[in-house]
Structures are given as C-alpha cells and as structure tokens.
DNA sequence: GTGCTGAGTTGACAGATGTCTAAGTAGGCG
DNA sequence: CGCCTACTTAGACATCTGTCAACTCAGCAC
C-alpha cells in the first residue's frame, strides 16, 4: 500500500489559481508537485534536467555536483519521478533524466497572475 | 533564533528552471516559496485568497471552509506569510489576507518552459 | 471596568522527511 | 565465470511538520 499514488497522468487540472479556489482533489495533486520541488537539492536537480543540453543527463553528471551520497540523490529522484516532472530512462550502464514539461507549463499556468493590470 | 528567515524582499531571482541550472542561494529561496504551496490546505488558502474577488478575505470566511481548527489555519497562514506569498492586515477584529502576485508571477515564471517548440 | 468574539501563540504528539550506511540489482569487460 | 561500476532499495535515525487542546492577545459592546 504505497502511501501516495504515483501521479502518472500528471492531472495538474488546469484553472490558475488566482481565477478561482481550487478544489481539494485538484489541489491534492498540485501541492504534490510543488511538495516535490520544495527542497533546495531536488529544484537544482529539476532545473539541471530541464535545462540540460541534449534534452536528458545523466545521474551520474547530477550525483558530482551536490556534496551527498549516491542513494540521497536516488531518493530525491525518485520524489521527482513520482510527482510526474520527470522521467528516466536506462540504456546500458546510465540511467538517463529529462524533464517532463508539459506539467512544468501546466504548474506554471496554475501560478499566472497575468491578467491583473 | 529563528530556523528559516522570513523572506520579506521576494527575491525568488529570476532565470527559468529551463534556462540554466539555478544556484544554491537561488534555489534555497525558490524551493522555500514551492514548499509553502507544497501542502493542499495551504494551496486551497492561497487560491482562495488570491483570487478573492475584493482582492482580499477575511480569516473568518476561510477557517469554515476546512474541517481544520482555527490555530490549524492560523498556523498554515503564518506560513504562506513567512513565505512572501501573502500579507495580511488586522482591521478591527479582522484580518484580512491578500496575496503577493509579483512573487506568484516571479514563481510561475521560473517554471515557464514555454521556448520549447 | 466585564464580557464576548476573532485571531494568534504555545506545547504536545503522531507521522512524514532527509540523510546516511549497508546491501541489492543491472550492465559492461576481461 | 568473476569483478567492477552505476544506480536503486532497505533500514535506521534525527529532525521537521501538521494537527489539536489550552491559553493569550486584540478589539468591540455594554
């Protein structure tokens, strides 16, 4: 019985939240994604796959660039992979990371203020 | 001594996640204000303070539209307060909550990956 | 003043979270 | 086959977090 559901279908409904009050189902499945990205180390790691050069890095270019161990590191992409903002991929000896970016929009429209003047 | 400082300047930087990988100091900030909406009572409070329709809400209508305590709310409040993404203002015996949009529009910003194709 | 009501603070406690070490799995190479 | 490297999983442990009951503070009315 996992004690959260992997969000595979990455719902993240749609409305921003300043148009109107969320939900609670829809809100159970925002506020895990942000959860997600609300520690320091899994933002950078979030922002070095969705920045990295060829669409993909490899865990073993994220794992040198913060002073913790290997299964920390797993741990936090994990947490990441089950929020649906990324996705993995092994081909040989690597396991490869690239972002998933339509919910990385989908979050960001949740977040749009544009319309006040 | 308090354990998190109050981010009262909204620095929340600047560059999407997309972009280039975010600093630590940067991503310490960023991951802070994700943390705050990272809990569905506390998104709940903040959509529906944000969009309010006087542009601000009184505690008084948003404790009864959660199966929480008082202190419960009050407590998440101080949170998204902490965070930068909302102030509030006694009035009387009210207190009234309205939300930080620079920062909201600062956050869904970082998470803009709209230059995909 | 006393009393009432809205909101915040304090202290306590169960449960979640971040980190580590140790062990396990998967793939490449000799 | 064995061995090494890359990554994940399992357990343990200290810390943090969400919630509540009890209390305090602020403002209004009498």
Known sequence: MPKQLTVLDAEVCCAPLATAAVPADAAADVAAAFKAMGDPVRLQLLSMIT???A???CVCDLTPAFE???PTI???LKVLR???LVESDRRGTWVW???NR???AALSAVLDVTPAD
């Open 74 to 76: 797993s741990h936090h």
């Open 102 to 104: 339509s919910r990385l």
């Open 51 to 53: 920045s990295a050069a």
């Open 68 to 70: 913790l161990t290997g």
């Open 82 to 84: 089950e929020a649906g």
């Open 97 to 99: 990371y690239r972002a």
């Open 55 to 57: 669409g993909e890095i």
